[in-house]
């Protein structure tokens, strides 16, 4: 019987704990008739509120459940590494807590599975749950990061997905410490395909993602997987170097041979202004990557586990 871990990063999420854990009990006996059993491996990214003493009392109730507690926030993409770092089985599958992750598919998943793929993807056929706002930002990231970057990153894919041991494996033996994990698991590669599903609304609580914190992580997407915005300075720079010079060419003859008329206040303002902002866009490029770079050479852990939740080990 093939062993299924189901990985649950989880932050302040006391209301949703118990509804996902009795979803995941009916799911897993269902589960079992088609030669599976599944368990949860829930990370508390450092919760403020009650969620690791439901956690406790969870697992002192059920063996199939363990649990990681963090000895602060750590942020999402750190919490889904470490299940995956520490997740044990053949087969794993992270999913958001709110229940917006149907069980239901997995079976799908499974379907693929056994036709041959080591990845297969959850894939929203539409996002009628989402804010105008946030539909039109995902549409936009996706365009623009697979335009910019030779990682493609397939649409309306967030990270449920299955995957296999042999997958897992090469994702936790990657080194840096930014973490983009839908980057991370897009990156390594192997047989990959899709199954398509619409996304119900969340069941209980509140979702932890702001808008500032979505930008955050597409910005980090972008500059973990794509330099193209260092090299687009390098042409544009070379563009307006070239007009420069052309300008600079016209000024010398008007002045050598027609005489020349001083330039107006205005157009002088706009002129520097224009310039100036845009050096500064182009030092706060630079400086995204030279503040990740930074980052990345002081080598500190990703993580830091206060302690485990495990009732075999009690």
């Known amino acids: 019987m093939k062993q ?4 649950v990063p989880v ?24 030669g599976y059993s599944a368990s949860v491996l829930f990370v508390d990214d450092g919760s403020k509120d009650k969620t690791p003493t439901i956690l406790n009392h969870l697992i002192t109730e059920h063996t199939n ?13 750190a919490a889904l590494f470490a299940g995956l770092e520490h997740a044990e089985g053949d087969l794993m599958i992270p999913m958001d807590v709110d229940l917006q992750d149907p069980f239901e598919l997995i079976f799908e998943m499974l379907t693929a599975y056994e036709k041959g793929a080591d990845v297969v993807l959850a894939r929203r056929a539409n996002r009628e749950t989402d804010t105008v706002v946030k539909r ?10 697979n335009k910019m ?38 990156w390594v590669g192997f047989e990959t395909t899709v199954v398509n599903y619409s996304r119900p609304g969340r069941t209980e609580g509140k979702t932890k993602f702001n808008y500032i914190k979505l930008w955050n992580l597409a910005v980090q997407g972008i500059t973990s ?3 193209l ?3 687009v300075w390098t042409y544009f720079g070379s563009f307006i170097a070239f007009i420069s010079f052309l300008y600079g060419l016209k000024i010398i003859i008007e002045k050598l041979f027609f005489g020349i008329n001083a330039s107006g206040y205005a157009s002088l303002m706009v002129a520097i202004l224009f310039f100036g ?14 503040g990740r770079t930074y980052l990345e050479s002081k080598r500190r852990p990703r993580y830091i586990i206060k302690h485990k939740i495990d009732k075999k080990h009690e």
């Open 4 to 7: 299924i871990c189901i990985i």
């Open 11 to 34: 932050y302040n999420e006391e209301l949703s704990i118990d509804t996902f854990f009795n979803t995941f009990l009916k799911f897993n006996e269902a589960l079992v008739n088609k």
């Open 65 to 77: 459940c363990k649990a990681l507690i963090f000895s602060r926030n750590f942020g999402k993409e």
């Open 136 to 145: 039109f930002s995902a549409q936009w990231f996706y365009r623009l990061n």
């Open 149 to 186: 970057s030779t990682l493609k990153l397939e649409e309306n894919v967030g990270d449920f997905r299955l995957m296999t041991r042999k997958v897992v494996n090469e994702i936790v033996s990657l080194q840096e410490n930014q973490l983009f994990m839908k980057g991370l698991m897009s």
């Open 225 to 227: 997987f794509s330099t």
């Open 229 to 231: 915005p260092l090299k």
């Open 277 to 290: 902002g845009v050096q500064l866009i182009g030092i706060g490029v630079l400086g995204e990557y030279l």
